[in-house]
C-alpha cells in the first residue's frame, strides 16, 4: 500500500518537481562521496586532536593540551616560518612570472604554440619526478654547479646542504615546475575580455601598457583572485618538493621542514597522532584565514596597479 501511494504521488506531481527530485538524485552521489572521503576525516581529525593518541593504545583525552603544547614545540614554530617563507616565495613571485608569460604568449608571433608547448612541459611530469630530476641536477657534482661554479668561483656548489640555498632551490623548483599551471589560467583570462575594449583604447590614445593596466588588468580581477586562492593553498601544503629535494626529508637542520613535514614526522616517525592532528587542525585554520582574506579582498572596486 506504501509503494502504492508513493507511484501515486509522483504521477501527480508537476515536471517542476520531479525536476527538483532528480536533481537530488543526480547530486546525491558527489554529496555521499563528499561526507564520506571529505568531512568526515576532517572531524575525525579534529577529534583526535583533542585526544593523546600514539596507535599502540587506545586515545585518552587531552582537551586543548595538544595545542598548548605547540606553543612551546621547537620543531611546529620553526616549521611555522618555514612554511609561510616557502608560501612567499611560492605565491607572489609566481604571480608576477606566470602573468608575464599569459601576456607575453597572448601576442601573436611565428612559433608561439610551439612555445606555448615547451613552457606548459614542466608541469607534465609529477612533482616527485621533477624533485628527483633537480635533486640530480643540484648535485655538489652535478651540471649545474660544473656550469655555474666557475663563474662564481666556487666549486663544487652545496646548493641542497646549505642552510640558505637549500630553502631558495625548493621555491625555484616550485616556481618552475608550477608556473606554467598558472599562466595558463591567466590566458584564459586574458582570452575572455572582449577585443572591442583594446580597440577603444588604443583609439584613445592608449598605449600598450596603459592599455594592459587601465582596461585589462582590472578586468583580470576575477582570475587573479582565482590565482591567488589556489597558489596560497598549494604553498601551504607543501610537502613533495622539501620531502624528495631535502638530504634529510626538511633537513638541513629542519630548513626546509614545512608544517606537511612535520605532520608526517609526528604522525609516522614519532607515532604521536594527537599532534599530528592538532597541527592539521592549525594548517587548515591558516589556509581558511588566508584564503578568506584573498577572497575579501578580491571583493574590492580598486584593482588598477595604475
Do not use: C
Not at 624528495?244 to 609516522?268: A, C, E, H, M, R
Amino acid at each position: 500500500m506504501g509503494i502504492g501511494r508513493l507511484t501515486t504521488a509522483w504521477r501527480t506531481m508537476g515536471l517542476v518537481q520531479k525536476r527538483q527530485y532528480y536533481g537530488l538524485l543526480f547530486v546525491a552521489p558527489a554529496t555521499i562521496f563528499f561526507l564520506i572521503f571529505f568531512l568526515y576525516p576532517i572531524v575525525i581529525g579534529f577529534g583526535l586532536s583533542l585526544t593523546d593518541f600514539t596507535l599502540l593504545k587506545p586515545p585518552v583525552w587531552v582537551g586543548l593540551q595538544n595545542y598548548q603544547d605547540l606553543l612551546n614545540d621547537r620543531l611546529f614554530l620553526k616549521s611555522l616560518n618555514v612554511t609561510i617563507g616557502f608560501v612567499l616565495g611560492s605565491t607572489v613571485p609566481v604571480w608576477f612570472i606566470s602573468l608575464a608569460m599569459a601576456v607575453l604568449f597572448f601576442q601573436r608571433f611565428p612559433g608561439r604554440e610551439l612555445m606555448k608547448v615547451l613552457f606548459f612541459t614542466p608541469l607534465l611530469p609529477s612533482v616527485v619526478v621533477v624533485s628527483v630530476i633537480w635533486k640530480l641536477l643540484l648535485h655538489p657534482s652535478g651540471i649545474l654547479s660544473s656550469v655555474i661554479g666557475p663563474i662564481v668561483g666556487q666549486m663544487p656548489i652545496k646548493w641542497l646542504f646549505d642552510l640558505q640555498l637549500s630553502p631558495i632551490m625548493s621555491v625555484v623548483v616550485h616556481d618552475w615546475h608550477i608556473a606554467p599551471f598558472y599562466m595558463i589560467i591567466w590566458l584564459s583570462g586574458l582570452t575572455s575580455i572582449p577585443p572591442e575594449l583594446r580597440d577603444a583604447a588604443r583609439v584613445d590614445g592608449a598605449n600598450a601598457l596603459q592599455s594592459f593596466l587601465r582596461v585589462e588588468l582590472p578586468l583580470l580581477k576575477p582570475t587573479a583572485v582565482f590565482v591567488a586562492a589556489i597558489s596560497t593553498i598549494r604553498a601551504f601544503q607543501g610537502f613533495s618538493i622539501q620531502f624528495v629535494l631535502s638530504p634529510s626529508q626538511g633537513g638541513p637542520l629542519d630548513v626546509n621542514t614545512t608544517l606537511g613535514i612535520v605532520i608526517w614526522k609526528y604522525g609516522f616517525q614519532f607515532f604521536r597522532m594527537g599532534d599530528a592532528a592538532a597541527i592539521s587542525v592549525v594548517l587548515f585554520a591558516f589556509i581558511l584565514i588566508f584564503t578568506l582574506f584573498q577572497l575579501r579582498l578580491g571583493r574590492s572596486d580598486d584593482f588598477s596597479l595604475s
